[in-house]
């Protein structure tokens, strides 16, 4: 008993002298660190070295949310169920068997004394914010290791590749040692943003004869943090930087600006095995030859209910990520890489088109394509980054034979033979995650010059609407630019509307839904088919579309390959009686709600913020406010997607950090984000921009030094009170 305690002492006085050694080094670091927090909260990180900045923008990021920065690593870290349960245990399995710590904590070693510095400084942001902090309280994550962001070094909403497995097929490989029940297996309740939207402008189609770059992003709404680095060896970034990263993801610096958006350029591949047993033994044909199945044991501690071991698999193309018909499915992907992590901070510090081109060389980006613009008038768009070279005679949408060699990667697509265009002569370029055959209008490249698999995206309503309005104007300003961004007409009712109209005429006089429609048709017709907080039109059509869309199954199959598509399917194959029928049931659930069917589409279409949880509950009875934008399904360029409570939509993604910018001597940039900078529901920076946001008014960005000390409510180091 006696050297238990002696052990006991000595391990807690190792441990407290451990601490004070770690606070002083943190107080060193943080000397070199200055944040200056501007009239809209947002912080701009000061350091002298690019190590310092680092510090200083983790532990700006703990200031806002720490919550959020943890949250996002026990995602990547597949340790979700230590917070959340057994219901994330396919989630952390799936986590697990993408992103391998061994290899992240390997290539951390491996790393170039530059990149390490950044690293530790990572770790050492948070670890201050932490130990100062103590009212903080972490859900699992205690102490961060320096090693942690090479496990997240993608900074895009859907950067996971899984070749279109899903869920049930990875349960189906794994659910007998799993056991979970088929509420389970559900995919976690997260909403899905529907795209983002990217312009670029030559000098030769603006008023002031600079480019102008418009950033607008669809995500999440808290998905990203605003936020200002800068440093002494030539960083200066402004921008969104996902929670617990340490690169400004999209924004821009003194001469030029990038913007991403989600990409379906095929980066990731599954294939068939075949597997066969000898005794215990578990083998895969490959070039007519046995190898065996490697397996590893994976660990998941599962809060309340102990440590769940399975076993897991894996051939030379990659992880056995599911089982389909009997047969096991690898999948051959790069989620995540040293590289693609050196990418994305090298980006930041790029000064020129040149500069910026040798970095996209690196070829480490596998889930965005890339928007630039800068103050010498160049403008280009680069569709996906890591694309690998296959044989094309091979269907790649669909699981390929992995017991041959003719299914391998061929090396990977050199940057110059992806789909691309620098400076377009009309002057502009747009992508709305759509084909990139018409980033610089319709048909502006060709098609057959590239392979299937490069460029799978069809157009879209908000492609279709955005390249027609670029194609008429020649004196484009930001406020102009703005005004595109924010054009809430949706496209997909040009396609919905006309059938619906020529049902409901072609009903004879005596019809009784010729009686019963006749004032709601009415407003159809006569509607703009732009979203907004008084339009009753909005509302019809947009709750008949999902009225229609909830019994689309009877219609659409899985060849439909775009939006625009679907719509059209369900436009000529709904019959149109039934067409009326949906919108008479539309009118009768708002009758029974509302007592009258001409609801403006604000009284539904809500934006309320919480304090907070990353997982907000919605009240009807505390404050929200209308919002006239809708989904970008319908083809609205500004986002709102929704999560329905009883009679209300909430907006939960969608429009989030939304920038445009100008550069010319001066860069010059307006923004705009939802709600507010601040989480803490007493801070006037909760909701200071919620206003503006909806209409679509932006704030001025503050860029240069002097703007921003004559804009400033806090100067401070990291650890100092306020």
Sequence with gaps: MKKLLIFLFIS????SKQKDEDLQKYKQQASRVTIVR??????HIYGKTDADAVFGL???QCEESFERVERNYLMQL??????????????????????DSTAAIAEYHQSPDWLKSLLHAFADGINYYLLINIDVQPKAIRKFEPWYPLMFTDGAYIAI???GLTMQDLNEMYGDQLKLTAVQVKPQPETEATGSNAFAIAPSKTESKKALLYINPHVTFDYRMEAHIISEEGLNAYGAVTWGQFFIFQGFGENHGWMHTSSQADAADVYKEKISRNGNEILYTYSDSLNPVISKQQSFSIKHKGVKSITTYATHHGPVMGKKDNNWLTLKENSRSVNGLIQSWQRMKTRNFKEFQEVMKMKANQSTNTLYADKFGAIAYWHGNFIPKRNSKYNWNLPVDGSIKDTEWQGFHELNEIVHVINPSKGWLQNCNSTPYSVAGFNSINKKDFPAYMAPEEENFRSVFAIQELEKENEFTLDKLIALGYNHYLGAFDSLLPPLINS????????????QLQEPVTVLKEWNKKSSVQSVATTLAVLWAYNIFSNADKYLNLSTKSEMEGFAILSRSIPSEEKLKYLLETIKGLQSVYNTWKVPWGELNRYQKLPGSVQPNFDHAKESLPVGMASAIFGSLPAFETQWKDIKGYGVAGNSFVAAVEFGEKVKAKAIAPGGQSFNSSSKHFSDQAAMYIAGSFRDVFFYKDAIMKNSERTYHPGEKQ
């Design 12 to 15: 807690i006085a190792c441990s």
């Design 38 to 43: 501007d009239s809209w909260g947002i912080p």
């Design 58 to 60: 983790m532990y700006a």
């Design 78 to 99: 597949g340790r979700m169920t230590e917070v959340e349960g057994e219901a994330y245990l396919l989630h952390d399995l799936k986590m697990k068997l993408l992103y």
């Design 161 to 163: 590749k899984t070749g």
């Design 504 to 515: 409901y005429e072609s009903l004879a006089a005596s019809h009784p839904l010729k009686i």
